[in-house]
């Protein structure tokens, strides 16, 4: 009896040993798969382009602004008051736009760098959690950001409410906060 009792737990054992082992996990870098695809060097095409229209936009007000500080100072010494704090206020306002639109256009590019990547990102997810699933991976993680960027939901198991026990967590309190 002693002997069966010692082989099935052998047995038992031995099978989830087996099935821990069976468990398959992968792993990624999805930056080097973004860079890779087609979309993406379009993408820095489109960027790039992007980029010199700014860079284009910002040099025409930088000239204005170089060819009014030249002409001030050229007839600075013929501007009456009056006339000098007109050009200086102007001088400023110049320069305030070139710096709002600095600002703008930074946000610009990244919106537009956002928008652009945004598909390509969610391409590559498509990609990586199709692979996973048909592959029968638990979880691939992607070692471009150090995180898990798919699991087999129905396959793992949540710990969070023995996690909320051991800290002491009741649900009325958890529902408090």
Known sequence: MKK??????????TMGATSLF??????????????????TKEMQINMEAYAKNLDSEMESLQVEYNNK??????????YSDAVRDM??????SIAARIREFQQVAQEDYQ???YELLAPI????????DKVAATNGYLGIFDTAVGALVYFDEAALTDIAPEVKKELG???TAAAAN
């Open 4 to 13: 069966t009792i010692k082989l099935t737990l052998a047995v038992v054992l």
């Open 22 to 39: 069976a468990q398959k996990f992968g792993r990624i870098n999805s930056s080097e798969i973004i860079a890779a695809m087609p979309e």
């Open 69 to 78: 500080v030249q002409e001030f100072q050229k007839n600075n010494a013929t």
């Open 87 to 92: 050009k200086v206020k102007e001088l400023d």
């Open 111 to 113: 919106k537009k760098q």
């Open 121 to 128: 990102q969610e391409k590559a997810k498509n990609a990586i």
């Open 169 to 171: 967590i009741t649900e």
